[in-house]
């Protein structure tokens, strides 16, 4: 090889360094022409004398000895650089520093304070206990996360320690360096701070900004995990809303009391080549759980209608707003290849995964088997930045936000306008819907003058993308709560056959004359959306037996899963009892009423109100004379609780009296207790309308 040294220069021979072309280079125009001269110069000398070469040609050429050829390859290139390689041809530049300086004349200080350069270098080669101590007070991570303890050592408090070491070395009664100064050494420390900082990285970014600036350290920037095509990916992420709302529990005097309630949580699907939002589940939970997952992953394969304002008249979505169906029925349940999800959001996840990979015909990508990294932002950019847009565009426009960061109040109070404002969630839930499907309907900059609605149908319409769309069936059966579940009862046990699910005991006529199935096991289906009153019983072949009822305390008011599963967490741990012949949801929910909001609501309450009112007199029937009269009952006790809900409309209650006379005029308004006026909408930002009190009726 033409470029191996043909001489023995120790330290560079059997090394991969001995081809020259190999050494670390640089952008060699960078520098100014008499530097450049100067570089180019050692250069070829250098390369000549590597080459065999004769050493009187290469003086007469290049102006070099040999020995400053020698010097500059071993005291120079081949010196090892902080970047791990060598310093090769980067150490012919001219001026540049690649030994520390090490003082070697006597320290004599003048009176104006210099004569002290390279000084502190020397005391700690003189002192290497006073080095190590000093590098241990530099690079100590502070333990914070479960002891008490110093969030961070600040440089000064690490300058004092290191003066008070010298003092016990004697340095001060001698006078020596760095009493000897006016600044005690105090800038020499500090820069030799920032120096031990820069060569320990890993170390320094936990110290100044503990695991979660190293999580974002790690984090990609996306080169590795490109998307090339519509719908290969998708994100999803829970947010906080930013904002403190209100509900509204009816008083048995009359009247209502507004009760401020937790933050609540949106959970959002976004494609990420088009930019669009799938669909969105608000969470009335403190935590986000398994069923809100599969509800927001149902919501972004369904269609999706606007939903009917309660607080004005007046329609806030702008033209083309809302989601992929609004485009036709081609682009109802679009399914994708991957979800990208938080680390989080993983361990709530795990459940459907198998859901993902039977009817989306998609990958979890979680930190255990992907890129991603547990809590890091960077890691879902496009989800993120939505959230952003989300709190701009709407939550944090209003005077009951709670902001981004803890001083963004600037001195509001957003519990206090909530009650004063009597801000309900049902209008969250409202301006949450005309925020997002407005979002999808308005032009983004990284979509060549498109919104993410028009991207989506240019892509279809173009050819360039064809939609992988999911089958219905699969919609209701893989997103359905299916469990095998033991037939109870029979001769044996002197009872008709039932199943228990779900803390409670279901049966049918059909089933209870089903003698046969006593013992054995059924597949029960139930939708968690849907009223639980009423699931499907098959077989172990999949032939359908009958539809179950729910009996008592449960068979009266509709009500989902996840209500009754909160109302039974709260009768274990002695927080609520049932009486006999009670229902236990008319029950609760008297319960919680009767208290006149002295407490918080619990989310059974929340959960529990929002079904009825979602349901409103749609109940589940089933045609058999055994029924009929429970029925009946049923129909009498949600028409009772619904004018219960309804009720909270009117802003003000009058006497109980005037309230009993007006009780069936109010039965059929809404939820929400104020109108509003209206307010020009714009195209650039999702406004929320303007609230005034309604005038009693």
Same mark, same amino acid.
């Given at each position: ?57 290469? *003086? ?56 002290? %350069? ?18 241990? !007070? ?88 490109? &998307? ?18 209100? &509900? ?44 809100? %997952?599969? *509800? ?17 008249? !007046? ?32 361990? !709530? ?30 890691? *879902? ?152 009153? %009423? ?56 319960? %919680? ?19 009825? &009112? ?78 005034? !009190?309604?005038?009693?009726?």
């Amino acid at each position: 090889m033409a470029s191996e040294s043909m001489r023995h220069i120790k330290g560079l021979s059997d090394t991969i360094w001995a081809d020259y072309t190999n050494w670390p280079g640089f952008d060699e125009a960078s520098l100014e022409a008499d530097t450049l001269n100067k570089f180019l110069n050692r250069k070829e000398a250098i390369k000549a004398y590597l080459s065999g070469i004769e050493v009187a040609a290469i *003086r007469k050429e290049y102006g070099i000895s040999e020995s400053q050829i020698y010097r500059l390859i071993t005291e120079r290139c081949i010196r090892d650089h902080p970047d791990g390689q060598i310093y090769g041809w980067r150490a012919l530049i001219p001026g540049a520093r690649i030994v520390q300086f090490k003082r070697r004349a006597p320290i004599v200080i003048n009176q104006w304070g210099h004569g002290a %350069v390279g000084v502190f270098q020397t005391l700690l080669d003189t002192y290497p206990d006073v080095r190590e101590a000093l590098h241990k !007070k530099i690079l100590k991570i502070p333990n914070t996360r479960k002891k008490l303890g110093i969030l961070s050592t600040s440089k000064r408090s690490i300058w004092l320690s290191f003066l008070q070491s010298l003092r016990e070395k004697g340095l001060e009664i001698r006078g020596e360096w760095p009493f000897s100064t006016k600044t005690n050494g105090y800038y020499s420390v500090i820069r030799y701070i920032d120096r031990v900082l820069k060569e320990n990285p890993s170390k320094a970014i936990l110290i100044h900004g503990g695991n979660e600036l190293q999580r974002k350290m790690q984090a990609g920037d996306g080169v590795d995990r490109p &998307v090339h095509r519509p719908f290969q990916r998708v994100e999803m992420d829970a947010h906080k809303i930013d904002g403190r709302f209100t &509900v509204a529990i009816p008083l048995l005097e009359g009247g209502y009391q507004n009760v401020l309630i937790h933050r609540i949580w949106v959970i959002v699907i976004i494609e990420v080549v088009t930019r669009l939002v799938l669909g969105y589940h608000m969470s009335l939970r403190k935590e986000i759980s398994k069923e809100d %997952v599969l *509800r927001v992953i149902k919501k972004s394969l369904s269609p999706w209608a606007k939903k009917k304002l309660h607080h004005t008249d !007046k329609d806030f979505y702008i033209d083309g707003a809302g989601f992929p169906s609004v485009l036709g029925e081609q682009f109802v349940g679009i399914c994708w290849d991957e979800t990208s999800i938080d680390g989080a959001l993983a361990e !709530k996840a795990k459940v459907v995964t198998e859901v993902l990979k039977n009817s989306v015909g998609s990958i979890l990508l979680t930190p255990e088997n992907s890129y991603a990294i547990r809590r890091t932002k960077d890691d *879902r950019p496009f989800i993120e930045s939505f959230f952003n847009k989300l709190g701009i565009l709407g939550f944090q426009k209003i005077s009951n936000t709670t902001g981004n960061y803890p001083g963004a109040t600037k001195g509001r109070d957003p519990i206090g306008v909530a009650v004063a404002s009597e801000f309900q969630y049902e209008y969250a839930e409202e301006l949450l819907d005309i925020i997002i499907a407005n979002y999808n309907a308005r032009i983004h900059s990284r979509l060549s003058g498109r919104s993410p609605l028009q991207y989506l149908q240019y892509l279809v319409l173009s050819k360039t993308f064809q939609p992988r769309v999911i089958d219905p069936q699969h919609l209701d059966t893989f997103f359905s709560y299916r469990k095998l579940c033991m037939v109870k009862g029979g001769l044996d046990a002197g009872k008709r056959p039932y199943v228990n699910f779900e803390n409670g005991i279901y049966t049918s006529p059909i089933l209870g004359q089903r003698l046969d199935l006593a013992g054995k096991k059924i597949w029960i289906t139930a939708d968690s959306d849907s009223d639980s009153r %009423v699931i499907k019983a098959s077989s172990l072949t999949g032939e359908h037996i009958d539809n179950l009822r729910v009996s008592p305390p449960w068979n009266r008011v509709p009500h989902n899963f996840e209500t009754r599963r909160l109302i039974c967490g709260l009768i274990r741990q002695g927080k609520f009892s049932l009486q006999n012949q009670q229902d236990a949801v008319e029950s609760y929910i008297a319960e %919680v009423e009767a208290s006149g909001g002295k407490f918080p609501p619990h989310p059974a309450y929340l959960t529990a109100r929002n079904f009825l &009112v979602q349901s409103n007199d749609t109940i589940h029937q089933v045609p058999d004379n055994e029924t009929i009269q429970s029925d009946m009952a049923s129909n009498e006790t949600n028409k009772s609780m619904e004018s219960r809900i309804t009720d909270n409309t009117e802003d003000k209650a009058k006497s109980r009296s005037t309230t009993k006379n007006n009780t069936a005029s109010r039965n059929k308004q809404n939820i929400a207790p104020h109108t509003s006026d209206a307010t020009a909408h714009t195209q650039n930002s999702a406004s929320l309308p303007p609230r005034r !009190k309604a005038e009693n009726k």
